[in-house]
Nanobody, 127 residues
Framework: QVQLVESGGGLVQAGGSLRLSCAASGRTLRSFAMGWFRQAPGKEREFVATISRGGYTTYYSDPVKGRFSMSRDNTKNTVYLQMNSLKPEDTAVYYC????????????????????WGQGTQVTVSS
């Protein structure tokens, strides 16, 4: 089992930045590919970003590509999502997730691929 706790959400004006963190406990994150997803009110949860176990490969959804950057620090058992040039449409609850079945280079993009989820952190971008 692994427990995931997100932090860093909040209210920011359009064009601003936030950095989300996802801290893990219970197991080392070295064993997991990690992902960020988000869910806006009235919408389905959607993929945002993923990073491979080794941290060498990342992949982003089209709406955030070029603005968001995902990284991991396995020594701190934490992954991050740096969000720049935020837009009102980025408003959502952001969730981190861990995939224990991936190999060293996999970058899973579907929620069904993930085994563990955090509780989420709210990001609100005002116009």
């Amino acid at each position: 089992q692994v427990q995931l706790v997100e932090s860093g959400g909040g209210l920011v004006q359009a064009g601003g930045s936030l950095r989300l963190s996802c801290a893990a406990s219970g197991r080392t994150l070295r064993s997991f590919a990690m992902g960020w997803f988000r869910q806006a009110p009235g919408k389905e949860r959607e993929f945002v970003a993923t990073i491979s176990r080794g941290g060498y490969t990342t992949y982003y959804s089209d709406p955030v590509k070029g603005r968001f950057s995902m990284s991991r620090d396995n020594t701190k058992n934490t992954v991050y999502l740096q969000m720049n040039s935020l837009k009102p449409e980025d408003t959502a609850v952001y969730y981190c997730a861990a995939d224990q079945r991936s190999d060293y280079t996999s970058i899973p993009i579907y929620s069904k691929d993930y085994d563990y989820w955090g509780q989420g952190t709210q990001v609100t971008v005002s116009s």
